[in-house]
C-alpha cells in the first residue's frame, strides 16, 4: 500500500537510504537503554533497522496509513496509536528511555520540551529536526540562535550536530534544509537553584532579548535597582551556569523583599 505524506501532520518521509542508516547508527551504548522510542515512524525508514528489538522498541504514530502500512511490512513491531506529547514517560517500565526519529516538523521544538519534561527518564535522543530548530538547540552563548531552547537543552543534556539533509532525501521535498543532532543526558541532577525560577527567567528573558536583564526581570524581581554583573548583559551572553547564578541571585532578592513586607 501508498502512504500519502499528510500536510496538516507535518510528515515528510525520508526515502535515502544510507541517511537513514547513518542516523540509527548515531545511537550510542544502546545496551543501557531500557526503551527505544520512535517517534513519527512514518513507513518505516527507521523502524526496519529495530525489528530484533521486539521487547524494548515502541513506535508512536497517529496516521492511520501509517500504522497499517507498518502492521503489513513490520508486523512484529509495537505501534502505539497516541500523541506522544500527550504520553507519560514515567508509564514505560524500561528505562531509560531512548528517542530517535525523523520528527513531525510541526512538534519537533514541543518534543525536545518533552524530553526536558522528562529528563530523568530520557538518556538519550538522535532526531532529524529543520536545520533552524537543530542549529538553535546546539548554538553556543553569544550566537543570534542561541535561545531558550538552547540553554533548557544545554542545562540536562550534551548537544551535538551531527550533519545536514537535503531537501531531496525526502517525499514530498521539505522547503528547508534539515539537521539531525544528538543529545546525551548528562551528570546533572540538580541544577543548584530553583530549577522553577530557572525556567521562568531563562524564557522570560529571552522573550524580551533585546532588552538588558535588569529591564526583562522586573516582573519577577519588581523595579527594585539592583546591582549584579549580568543584570547589564542581554540574555544571549548568559551560559547555562550564569543562568543559574542568575536564578539564585533573583531568588535571594525575592526572599529579602518578602520578608520585609
Do not use: W
Not at 521539505?174 to 543548584?192: A, C
Not at 549584579?228 to 523583599?257: A, C, G, W, Y
Request: glycine share 4%; charged share 25%; with cysteine.
Amino acid at each position: 500500500m501508498r502512504v500519502k505524506p499528510k500536510k496538516y501532520l507535518g510528515q515528510h518521509f525520508l526515502k535515502d537510504e544510507n541517511i537513514s542508516l547513518e542516523i540509527v547508527s548515531s545511537l550510542r551504548d544502546l545496551d543501557k537503554t531500557g526503551t527505544v522510542l520512535e517517534i513519527g515512524p512514518g513507513t518505516g525508514a527507521l523502524t526496519k533497522y529495530f525489528i530484533d528489538r521486539k521487547n524494548n522498541f515502541l513506535a508512536f504514530e497517529v496516521d492511520e496509513e501509517s500504522i497499517e502500512f507498518l502492521a503489513i511490512n513490520y508486523p512484529s513491531v509495537k505501534v502505539i496509536k497516541q500523541d506522544i506529547l500527550d504520553y507519560n514517560f514515567n508509564l514505560f517500565k524500561l528505562r531509560p528511555v531512548t528517542i530517535i526519529g525523523n520528527f513531525p516538523y510541526n512538534i519537533s521544538s514541543q518534543i525536545l520540551f518533552k524530553a526536558i519534561d522528562f529528563r530523568f527518564e530520557v538518556n538519550q535522543l538522535v532526531g532529524m529536526f529543520q536545520k533552524e530548530v537543530a542549529e538553535r538547540v546546539v548554538s553556543p552563548p553569544g550566537s543570534k540562535k542561541y535561545g531558550i531552547l538552547s540553554v533548557l537543552i544545554q542545562a540536562y543534556f550534551n548537544t551535538e550536530y551531527l550533519f545536514t539533509v537535503d531537501e531531496d532525501a525526502f517525499i514530498p521535498p521539505p522547503k528547508v534544509k534539515s539537521g539531525v543532532i544528538r543529545l546525551i543526558r548528562n551528570d546533572v541532577k540538580e541544577l543548584g537553584c530553583d530549577e522553577k525560577l530557572f525556567f521562568k527567567i531563562v524564557k522570560t528573558t529571552f522573550n524580551q532579548r533585546r532588552k538588558m536583564i535588569r529591564n526583562s526581570i522586573k516582573n519577577i524581581i519588581g523595579k527594585l535597582e539592583l546591582d549584579h554583573e549580568f543584570l547589564t548583559k542581554r540574555p544571549e551572553q548568559l551560559t547555562v551556569d550564569n543562568f543559574i547564578s542568575l536564578t539564585n541571585f533573583t531568588e535571594s532578592i525575592i526572599k529579602t523583599s518578602n520578608s520585609n513586607q
